[in-house]
């Protein structure tokens, strides 16, 4: 008796632990980079994986000419961004008020997760030179840098792992480091994460999941070519993605608040279209670029109840042609590093 049950128990347990296995894998996939969990609360989350990219291009060997204020970043810092960043999670806020300007207008504000390879010695030496502030939290230190009437803040969460935000309020920053130190929950991260990354294709090297309104709450118009403003109904959320499947695949998929704005917005994506293609064929009597053409020609617009989904291939061709038409200099990085911070902290220790 007890060996038939062993016969029967060993299987079922060998077959429970392959499930388990094969749940958390599922799971996994089904969650959000950590990059991108980390992120706070915001009216946009953006996404880039640039490993792909560098290892299908020769983005990261094609030689560049530097701005002088970009090399002296790369050099002291032990970073360059074209060859050591590997993701970057951006969460976009509400515009915010300049506190040294009351009058001027908002500004949209920003914090971003940054993965790659970091000299930790040489930044957090490069961070110690420019900051006017240190503060701790979590055993972390935070970097106070004052950048255009603002103060950034910079946290290295670990070797690979780099935290930004130019918020005035501080919590941002502590909500990162502290989803640092809990990346296991694998659903964490802002509510548009949450709620709408099981949209994003499988495999999206970019991608961006938007709700974005105007400082009086209203709508974004969307600005397009030829000074043609196009507007999303008001509280519509929009998943764009970008990933590779032999042509770089282009999708976006708006989520309106109902059916009829959602045909509204069907309707004044294709009209759109229709003028588009009427001024090209009018400005190009010779006849369009192929790759352009194609991509052009490959898009589409289509509504699904209370979604409207747009779909475009991008050829390979169309692709380099943008990547070889590029500018060759390089200015300075994203990461704050304004050259005037060293020198008031030289003035205040004389």
Known sequence: MPLRRR??????VFILILLAIAGTLYLRRQAAPEAARLLPESDAVLYFNLKPIRMATDFASKPLIHEPEYDEFVNESGFQFERDLDEAAVAVHPPEINALSPSSPRE???SEIFVG?????????YLHKLATNVERYADTDVFLIPHEGRSVRVAILSFDTVAVSNTA???NMKGMIDRF???ARPFSGPSLLRDYYKSVPFGSTAWAILRLVTPDGQAVTLPLPGGIGFGLPKGTVTVASLRYVGSIQFKAEAFAPSE???KTLNDSAKTFLQLFHSIESHTQPSGPDPDVK???DSISVEQKDSRVILAADLPRGFIKKIVSEAPATVSQPPAPAPKQAPEKQRKKKK
Do not use: G, Y
């Open 7 to 12: 016969r029967v128990w060993v299987p079922l």
């Open 108 to 110: 949209r504000r920003f």
């Open 117 to 125: 390879r970091f000299d930790s010695t040489k930044l957090t030496h």
């Open 169 to 171: 309020d501080p919590v």
């Open 181 to 183: 130190h809990q990346i």
């Open 260 to 262: 009829q704005e959602a």
């Open 294 to 296: 194609a991509f052009f």
